[in-house]
């Protein structure tokens, strides 16, 4: 398992992602939004936003913000309209960054990440910089010791998955994203939640950090993910999990 993959599972384990419930739910409503205005309301007709959907039950979001947003995005309601943009930079130790947003105002969200980056020794990178080096998979994340090794095996294989990699704390299936869902709901079906399930940015190669390096990698991490504007950060760091436990202490 990716280290980005590793640290978001303990920080499940922990509960520092229901701290940040309010986040979360901010999230979700923008691309719930951008989902319908891109591709309808018809979560029938539209992938994109039947997986955002799963995701907002998921995180027990009222019925009623959900279908508010998509109203927003199909034009049905007044909104504030927001823009894909992915930005790419480096991290510490040259560490690879793809950094998705949606923003209201391209000017402001550009020259807070530039800052985020260069105050905690990174950079913002050309386009094209680093997207070479992932791609798109479905992932989905489970903790060790809620699932049987065999059944969740042939659950995530049987319906498609491309791999299942065994980690110190958890089990990383991988398949396409065309399969991710048919993929989730079979894991699902085994009576278990994911400490994540998304469709990311899975990196080809991978920067392994120690020391001060890992502790400058995992706080650009949470600053990062803090960002109003931000919606999702893939990175190709390796960090132990000894060293990320300490960074959520």
Not at 48 to 71: G, Y
Not at 229 to 236: I, L, M, P, R
């Amino acid at each position: 398992m990716s280290g980005h993959s590793k640290w978001h599972t303990i920080k499940h384990k922990k509960g520092a992602a229901d701290a940040k419930r309010g986040k979360v739910f901010t999230r979700i409503i923008k691309e719930l939004t951008v989902a319908a205005r891109n591709g309808g309301g018809d979560v029938n007709m539209n992938p994109r936003l039947r997986t955002i959907v799963a995701d907002a039950k998921a995180q027990n979001m009222p019925r009623e913000n959900i279908e508010r947003a998509i109203r927003r995005g199909t034009g049905e309601e007044p909104g504030v309209q927001y823009d894909d943009v992915t930005y790419e930079g480096y991290g510490p130790g040259g560490v690879a960054l793809m950094i998705e947003t949606l923003t209201d105002n391209k000017n402001r969200t550009v020259g807070e990440i530039r800052h985020l980056l260069a105050k905690h020794a990174g950079n913002l990178a050309a386009e094209n910089s680093v997207a070479w080096m992932f791609h798109r998979k479905g992932q989905i994340v489970i903790e060790k010791g809620k699932v049987d090794e065999e059944k969740l095996l042939d659950a995530a294989l049987d319906a498609g998955a491309d791999d299942v990699n065994d980690d110190e704390s958890g089990w990383e299936i991988v398949c396409t994203p065309e399969n991710f869902e048919k993929v989730r709901d079979a894991v699902k079906t085994l009576g278990v939640e994911p400490a994540s399930a998304e469709v990311a940015m899975i990196p080809q190669n991978y920067v392994k950090l120690t020391g001060k390096e890992a502790q400058q990698m995992l706080k650009l991490m949470e600053v990062i993910e803090e960002h109003d504007d931000v919606q999702h950060v893939w990175a190709n760091f390796d960090i132990e999990e000894k060293e990320i436990e300490a960074s959520l202490a």
